[in-house]
């Protein structure tokens, strides 16, 4: 098993699995990319509050948890999973929350990279990556529109 030194502090290597038995790259995304991705998200969308976390070191969960727009529009419960990309769909949502949608999708994977070949059950990804609208015990909140000073 290939390992990785990520950093090293007080004379102490953080070393990370990279890869399996098989010498095949195992998704693992660190925490590191994990804040520089919060940091972008508040950057490029300062209207919409995120949750942004990273689960067993291969998970990135982006949580849309209150903004002004209504993505829940077209949709009868308080949350949403959104996998839209595993099948190029996102008819779900109007064409400005589409567009937004997208952007989102693609500031979080900006590092990431699949090389999966499903036909073979052959899956390698940077890192897996989930986009909810909401959660299930905090669901989505609408929130007013900041006016803009002059």
């Known amino acids: 098993m290939k390992t990785a030194i990520l950093s090293q502090k007080n004379g102490r290597s ?5 890869t399996n038995k098989k010498g095949q790259r195992m998704a693992y995304i660190t925490k590191e990319d994990v804040a520089d991705i919060r940091f972008k998200l ?5 209207e919409i509050k995120f ?15 209150s ?3 209504d993505f829940l529009k077209n949709y009868s419960h308080p949350n949403m999973d959104v996998y839209f990309r595993r099948n190029g769909e996102i008819g779900y949502f109007e064409p400005e929350h589409a567009k937004l949608i997208d952007g989102i999708y693609r500031l979080c994977n900006e590092k990431n990279y699949n090389n999966s070949q499903p036909e073979i059950d052959y899956y390698q990804v940077g890192y897996y990556f989930y986009l909810h609208i909401g959660r299930y015990d905090k669901p989505y909140v609408i929130t007013t529109p900041k006016k803009k000073k002059k």
């Open 14 to 18: 953080k070393i990370a699995k990279t």
């Open 42 to 46: 508040k950057l490029a969308y300062p």
């Open 51 to 65: 949750s942004v976390r990273r689960e067993d070191s291969r998970i990135l969960r982006v949580t849309i948890v």
């Open 67 to 69: 903004s002004e727009y």
